[in-house]
């Protein structure tokens, strides 16, 4: 089972960037899509971004497209979620995903199986 550690939330302004890592205990992280999820109060866990295994290609929920940025170091097997031009409804709990043991394809965000403990970001307006 792998584990996957997140770092970099907090609170910022309307406006501003924050950029969270994930680290992964997995062997062979290079061979596995990434993703970020996130959950808001109230609200059900949606997903961010994901991004395929070697970094060559990036998916994006409408609603954080052209303002977040979805990276991978496979040497260091860490994920990372650059974001800017934050709004306040972009505050929640964000959570970096990976699929369960084996599972190489990447079929969407039904994909991802195993979370994190999550970070907190909270945008003030």
């Known amino acids: 089972q792998v584990q996957l550690v997140e770092s970099g939330g907090g609170l910022v302004q309307t406006g501003g960037s924050l950029r969270l890592s994930c680290t992964a205990s997995?062997?062979?992280?290079?061979?596995?899509?990434m993703g970020w999820f996130r959950q808001a109060p109230g609200k059900e866990r949606e997903f961010v971004a994901a991004?395929?295994?070697?970094?060559?290609?990036?998916y994006y929920a409408n609603s954080v497209k052209g303002r977040f940025t979805i990276s991978r170091d496979n040497a260091k097997n860490t994920l990372y979620l650059q974001m800017n031009s934050l709004k306040p409804e972009d505050t929640a709990v964000y959570y970096c995903?990976?699929?369960?043991?084996?599972?190489?394809?990447?079929?969407?965000?039904?994909?991802?199986?195993?979370w994190g403990q999550g970070t907190q970001v909270t945008v003030s307006s």
């Open positions: 995903a990976a699929p369960s043991e084996g599972s190489y394809v990447y079929s969407g965000p039904q994909t991802f199986r195993t």
């Open positions: 997995r062997r062979a992280f290079n061979l596995y899509a």
């Open positions: 991004i395929m295994r070697n970094g060559d290609s990036t």
